[in-house]
C-alpha cells in the first residue's frame, strides 16, 4: 500500500514537472514573439506615397532619338538590363544620378531636421546583393518604411529613421 501511495506521488510530481515545463516554453515563445515585434520597421503611409510618386518621375534618360524622357519606373528595368541612354550615359548611372538629387529633398538628413537618416535600396532578380543601395546619415533605433514591388523580380526598399 505504501508503494502505491509513492508511485502515486512521483506520477503527481512528474506531471507537475510536465505542466512547469510547458507553461515555460510558452512564455519563452510568447517573450520572442513580442521582442521581434519592437525590431520591425513600421510601414509608413507617407513612404508609401513618395516611392510612388517617384516611380512616376520623369528622368533625363531617353531611349530612343524622339525625346521620350522615361519614368524612374521604367529606368529601372534599363539599369538591371544594362540598357545606354542616347546622351551617352548607362541607364544606372542617370538612375543613380536621379535618386541621389531626390532623397536628399525628400528626406533631409541634417542635425535641425526630425529625419536621422535613409536607406534606399532596389534589388533586381534574385541576387543577394542590392542593385542600387543609397545610406545616408546615422540609423537609429527608430524607423519607418515601405516597399513596392515592380515588375521582373524587381523591389524597392525605403526605411527612414528618426
Do not use: H
Amino acid at each position: 500500500m505504501i508503494n502505491k501511495i509513492n508511485k502515486k506521488a512521483q506520477e503527481e510530481m512528474v506531471g507537475f514537472a510536465l505542466i512547469i515545463i510547458m507553461v515555460a516554453v510558452i512564455l519563452l515563445v510568447f517573450l520572442t514573439i513580442s521582442m521581434k515585434k519592437s525590431n520591425n520597421i513600421e510601414e509608413s503611409y507617407e513612404i508609401d506615397s513618395f516611392l510612388q510618386a517617384m516611380l512616376e518621375y520623369t528622368t533625363s534618360c531617353s531611349l530612343s532619338t524622339n525625346s521620350n524622357y522615361i519614368s524612374v519606373d521604367r529606368l529601372i528595368s534599363e539599369c538591371s538590363e544594362l540598357s545606354t541612354c542616347k546622351n551617352g550615359l548607362s541607364s544606372c548611372e542617370i538612375l543613380n544620378e536621379t535618386l541621389s538629387e531626390m532623397l536628399p529633398i525628400a528626406w533631409p538628413v541634417e542635425e535641425t531636421s526630425q529625419f536621422k537618416a535613409y536607406e534606399f535600396l532596389i534589388f533586381s532578380g534574385i541576387k543577394p546583393e542590392p542593385m542600387i543601395n543609397l545610406t545616408s546619415g546615422q540609423l537609429t533605433n527608430t524607423s519607418r518604411g515601405a516597399s513596392q514591388y515592380l515588375t521582373k523580380n524587381t523591389s524597392i526598399f525605403l526605411t527612414v529613421y528618426y
